[in-house]
Structures are given as structure tokens and as C-alpha cells.
């Protein structure tokens, strides 16, 4: 990879030494550490060069070369840092060098203490979601940050809260047809979202960014959800299951463009995750089974692995299937054996009884634990009620979905999933008090909710009907569905307002005045520090205005805004690049910023009457637009009406009011 200014990629640091401790580790082949050593240090003190450059201590600033798409300290840059630190000091001792490792051990704890520091304060901004970057949290596309951290990183446990939080806004955001998406990042989507934007643009598929999450998912025993990623996964490979890169619009065409499969990276990603399926290292643990699909344990099946490689020697394993139960059989050729050694039950079997050897073994929270020497196991276990969920199941649901989408339905994943409830009936503000319902999109389950800020639980309240609400109020809810699985949350503050008194008892005349300005902006300016080229007087915000360049500008559109009724008004405004709203002195929406063309929501609570208000927008080049629209209670856009702007008076002396010429 080569970043815009022509150096080599710098990425490459923890991953190069990872590659090799890897090898090593899966081999015993002590050799290949002896080799590599000698590389370390010069290594270290690269990195030590590097980093004592930077203001924050972290790998330095990277342009946008792929992946992430950002200009700044990348999130996974430090996590490959803080692994290939880790991974030096292994290869240190494996070379027969364990003094020098707590060098590496030591650069390592000082570097993860800035890294944590760095990403405290912009996971504060996020709500928890670790972003591509630790500059700007709405900067860069999704990549190895999507991990949380976890695998193959190690930088956080698999429970961590940021993991969590990181999982479960890249799952409510980012999926498209049941896989990933390449674009804006899963706090940027979110973003929009609460702004008003009801499906904002995730850009392309990506077909294997899904096994980031897709591996933590897997420590973090979210066992189904790997299971029907993997099936989804899948389903948008060739019929010899090559698969693509990017660059694929969901739900459009299947062109890939230059991005053609087969995808070595895919492959190679795809071969990882099915090993870890059947065999997986954490630490010192070996964890078996740590997900499979129903549709593989039928009695009369027989799955398994052989010469499955491990950081621990050799295994051979086999489960075979029988009604009411499987027998595990393992053959091991440990070069050491694993600490603890971990078989994880099915999600769609209830647990009855486990005999390893002839001795039973006792069964914890869905897992077993079981002596490093076993040779056989016996389970028993109950069958549960499931979805279908198979390879052939998830091409037919895709097949449908694509050809014959019905009205509303779940176009982010292809097996049934619990979505967050809608809530319908008022927007974010609301004068006197407002009456709200919650609405299920999949029809299944049951919404609960709270009014006091706390999460909903599946002992909250069951939404059943209207709900009164006459103070400021944050609601929460979630769908909870039979098998025990719940949707994200959605969270509303609705907020009990007085309608802001009129500006002007009167106005001069209809319409609105332009000042056009003229100029290299990459934001919205400070207007009244700026002269304007020209003036005019419009009916309505338009770009359509004599004398104005096709790029680099700046327009302000000044007047009074008409209130028919005292009540909530929501507006959408849309831009190419930024834009702002301001009604009475207060920004309504703010859309600044270099984009494409975008769309935010914002409300504002009015008496009757003449307003103050006033529209900017910039472009700093290529294509532009401009558009405010009225919501309806609905949601329906209708354009602002030119009979609702008005030419404010101007007052030219004391007591003396004139209209304007």
C-alpha cells in the first residue's frame, strides 16, 4: 500500500511481527524467532523515532491510503503497535533472549497508557463506539476499529464495554443484505440518523470487513450472529464460493468493477474464521466449538476438523450426531497442553449432560470444561425450536428480498433480526404534551419501554397503545422476542417547550435578501466579518442568483419566517457543501462542513407571527444545491412556501421605523 504522499504504509509495523510470532507459535519453529530477532531492535527503535515526532505519542499521521480513508492517528495502527510489541517480546524469549523482552513489555505499557488516554476522551464523544481514528469522531470508513479491539489484538477482553458498544452501533448501523458495508463510519451513520436523515448512505458492500466483527462476535459467544453472518457472507460469493472486495451498492447491481473475485483476502479470512469455529486460542485457553449451525448437527451428521493447527500442537476433532445428543472425539498431538481446554454447547440445544472419559463434567453458562488429555465425550442434550438457518436458506431469502422486497422490511440483514422499535406520533419537542406510540417494524416480539432514562428490560413496561406525555421525558425501548433475543435501543429525549415569541410585528414586504460572497471556504464564514460582492433581494433561498461563480461562495439569506400557528415546526435542509438555519437567533439545523449533498432535521417551537431568519450556505466546488423543506407530522417534505418569507423592517432612528428600498 502506498499512502498519497508516496511512503510505504504504516500499518506495517505490528503486523509484520505478528505474522511472524504467529508462525511460530502455530509451529514450535524456534528457528524462524532466532531469525527474526536480530530485526527487532532496530525495529523498536524505529517505532520509538516515530512516535517521539507525534504530539500525542502514537503512531504519527497517516494520509487517506485505503481502509479507514482518514488523515490522521488511526485507531488500528496503535492496536497493531500495542500486539506487535506483545509479540516481540514472545519472539524474544522463543529466540532465547528473555531478558530482552520486558523491554518490549515496558514500551508496551507506556504506549497502551497514551493510546487508552487518546481514546478515552474521543470514545466520550461516541458514547462508547470506537472509531476509525482519535481525532474526529465522524471521520473514515469502518475497518479493524470494528474489531473492538479484540482479535487479533488482545487490546481489550471480549466483555469490555467499549467492545459492546463498538459491536452493537457497527451491527445497528453498518450491515447491508447481511454483511458490512464500506463508507461513513457507524457513529457518522448514527449521526445523520438523530439529525433526520431516515436511511443514510452507507456506500458499498464489503465483503469480508463483516470478519472483523464476525471474530469478536465469536469470543464474545454471540453465537447465532456468527452463524447467520457467515451464511449471509456466503450468499454473495460465486458458485465456487470465490468472493469480491467492494465497490457493489446493496440492493444494486453485483458489478464489483475492478474489485473482481476471487479475493484472496476473502479467502484467506473465510479459511481463519472456520477454523476458529472448531478450534480457538485465548491466551493460555483452547476453546472448542465455539459456534456451528443447526443445520450441521442433525443426527446422522458428522463434522470435524483434521491437523488442525494450534499454538498448542496438532488436533483432530470430531463431533458426531445423534438424536438427543453428539460424541465428541478429539486425537491431540500437543507440543503443551492448554491451560484450560473449552467446549461451548450449541445456542439451539438445552444442555442435559456431559461424561468426558467415563467421568461426568460439570456444565457452566453454556460451556464445559474438560481435561487437556480427553479423548471422547459424551453429550446429551434437548433440541430447541429455530429459525431455519442454512446456506440454502439465506440464498432464498436474498433472492426474495432483491427481486420482490416487500413494504418496510428489514433491508439490513437477510435473516429475520430483532429491529429497533420506531417511535411514531411527534417529533423531538412538543408544546402543552404530546401523545407517542411505539411501533414494531419485524411484528415480532414485544416493545418495552421506560420513561426515566433507564434500559428497558424484559420486566419494563409492554407498549400496548398511546402514550401521554406532558414533561420532558427520555424514552427507551426495545423490541425482546421468544428465543430470548433483543433488538438495539432507541433512545428519544422529547422535550416540553414555549413557543418563542415573535421578532416582528410586521413586515415590509415578501421575500428574502441575498448577499453573495466570494471566496475559498471549507466552512461556513463569519459573515458579518466579511463585505459581500453583491445583494439582492429573492422569494425564496435559491442558487440561482446573476453573478454567481460556479465554485467557491458563499450565500446568506436574511428576512422573516411566517408562523400560522403557535406550535412545533420541523424543517429539513439540504445542502452541497454546508449549510445552517437559524429562525429567532437560534440554529434550527446545522449542516456545515464539506459534503456531499446531505439532509438534517431540526425542530423549533413558534408563536404565531413574523420570525427572524436566515439560511447560509457555501460550496467549495464540483456540483451544489440548496433545499428547505417543511415536515409534515408524517414525515412528508413539502418546500418552505415563498409567502412565508417576509422583508423584516429596518430601523433607521429612534422610534422610527422604514421599510426597506
Known amino acids: 500500500k502506498v499512502v498519497a504522499f508516496a511512503r510505504t504504509a504504516p500499518d506495517d509495523w505490528g503486523q509484520s511481527v505478528w505474522a511472524v510470532a504467529s508462525w511460530v507459535r502455530a509451529t514450535g519453529d524456534d528457528s524462524l524467532a532466532r531469525e527474526a530477532y536480530p530485526a527487532l531492535a532496530a525495529h523498536l527503535r524505529h517505532l520509538r523515532e516515530e512516535t517521539s515526532k507525534d504530539p500525542l505519542g502514537l503512531w504519527p499521521v497517516a494520509g487517506p491510503y485505503d481502509n479507514e480513508v482518514i488523515n490522521g492517528h488511526y485507531t488500528a495502527h496503535s492496536f497493531w503497535v500495542l500486539l506487535g510489541l506483545r509479540e516481540s517480546a514472545y519472539l524474544a524469549r522463543m529466540a532465547g533472549h528473555p531478558e530482552a523482552a520486558p523491554t518490549f513489555l515496558k514500551e508496551h505499557d507506556a504506549y ?8 478515552r476522551w474521543i470514545v466520550s464523544q461516541t458514547g462508547g463506539y470506537i472509531p476509525p481514528g482519535v481525532d474526529k469522531p465522524l471521520d473514515g470508513h469502518d475497518w479493524e476499529n470494528a474489531s473492538g479491539g479484540v482479535y487479533p489484538f488482545g487490546v481489550f477482553p471480549p466483555d469490555h464495554p467499549l467492545v459492546r458498544a463498538t459491536i452493537d452501533l457497527v451491527r445497528e448501523t453498518k450491515y447491508r443484505e447481511g454483511i458490512m458495508t464500506w463508507g461513513p463510519n457507524a457513529f457518522n451513520l448514527k449521526t445523520q440518523i438523530l439529525a433526520g436523515v431516515e436511511d443514510p448512505d452507507p456506500l458499498y458492500l464489503h465483503h469480508y470487513e463483516t470478519f472483523h466483527v464476525m471474530q469478536t462476535q465469536l469470543a464474545r459467544g454471540e453465537q ?6 457467515l451464511y449471509s457472507v456466503l450468499a454473495h460469493t460465486s458458485a465456487t464460493h470465490a468472493g469480491f472486495e467492494t465497490t457493489i451498492r446493496p440492493w444494486g447491481d453485483r458489478d464489483p468493477g475492478g ?6 483476502w476473502f479467502a484467506g479470512r473465510t479459511i481463519e474464521l472456520l477454523r476458529n469455529l472448531f478450534a480457538r486460542e485465548e491466551g493460555h485457553s483452547l476453546h472448542l466449538l465455539s459456534a456451528l449451525s443447526p ?3 442433525k443426527p446422522g451428521e458428522t463434522i470435524g476438523v483434521r491437523r488442525c493447527s494450534t499454538d498448542f500442537g496438532s488436533l483432530d476433532l470430531w463431533l458426531r450426531c445423534r438424536e438427543g445428543g453428539a460424541t465428541l472425539t478429539l486425537h491431540p498431538t500437543w507440543r503443551r497442553e492448554p491451560e484450560r481446554l473449552v467446549l461451548h454447547w450449541p445456542w439451539f440445544v438445552r444442555p442435559i449432560a456431559a461424561v468426558a472419559d467415563g467421568r461426568p463434567v460439570p456444565i457452566r453458562a453454556g460451556v464445559t470444561e474438560l481435561p487437556p488429555d480427553v479423548s471422547t465425550v ?8 429455530t429459525d431455519r438457518l442454512s446456506y440454502d436458506e439465506a440464498v432464498r431469502i436474498w433472492l426474495r428480498k432483491n427481486y420482490r422486497p ?3 422490511e428489514d433491508r439490513m440483514f437477510l435473516f429475520p433480526q430483532p429491529v ?7 417529533g423531538r419537542m412538543f408544546v402543552g404534551a404530546a401523545s407517542v406510540r411505539w411501533a414494531n417494524p419485524s411484528g415480532k416480539g414485544e416493545v418495552r419501554f421506560t420513561t426515566d432514562g433507564a434500559e428497558p428490560t424484559v420486566r419494563s413496561p409492554k407498549a400496548q397503545g398511546p402514550i401521554r406525555i406532558d414533561r420532558t421525558t427520555t424514552l427507551k425501548a426495545a423490541v425482546f422476542w421468544p428465543d430470548g433475543r433483543r433488538s438495539p435501543t432507541t433512545s428519544v429525549r422529547l422535550e416540553r417547550v414555549v413557543p418563542k415569541a415573535p421578532d416582528f410585528g410586521q413586515v415590509a414586504g415578501r421575500g428574502l435578501r441575498a448577499s453573495l460572497y466570494v471566496g475559498s471556504f471549507d466552512r461556513l464564514p463569519e459573515f458579518d466579518k466579511l463585505r459581500p460582492v453583491s445583494t439582492a433581494t429573492v422569494a425564496a433561498p435559491t442558487l440561482d442568483l446573476p453573478g454567481r461563480p460556479e465554485d467557491g461562495f458563499a450565500l446568506r439569506f436574511e428576512g422573516a419566517f411566517w408562523a400560522d400557528r403557535d406550535g412545533v415546526y420541523a424543517f429539513a435542509l439540504g445542502s452541497d457543501d454546508g449549510s445552517r438555519l437559524e429562525i429567532g437567533g437560534r440554529v434550527v439545523v446545522d449542516n456545515d462542513g464539506l459534503h456531499a449533498y446531505r439532509e438534517l432535521r431540526g425542530e423549533i417551537a413558534l408563536k404565531r407571527g413574523w420570525h427572524r431568519f436566515a439560511v447560509s450556505v457555501f460550496d467549495a466546488g464540483s456540483v451544489e444545491y440548496l433545499r428547505l423543506f417543511l415536515l409534515g407530522p408524517d414525515g412528508s417534505k413539502t418546500p418552505v412556501p415563498a409567502e412565508r418569507f417576509g422583508l423584516p423592517p429596518v430601523r433607521q432612528g429612534a422610534g422610527e421605523i422604514q421599510s426597506p428600498r
Open 112 to 119: 497502551r497508557q497514551r493510546f487508552l488516554s487518546r481514546l
Open 224 to 229: 447465532r450472529d456468527v452463524i447467520e453472518d
Open 259 to 264: 474489485n473482481r473475485p476471487p479475493h484472496g
Open 295 to 297: 443445520a450441521w448437527v
Open 378 to 385: 459424551r453429550l446429551e442434550w434437548r433440541a430447541l425450536p
Open 406 to 408: 416487500r413494504p418496510g
Open 420 to 426: 429497533a422499535p420506531r417511535l411514531l406520533g411527534a
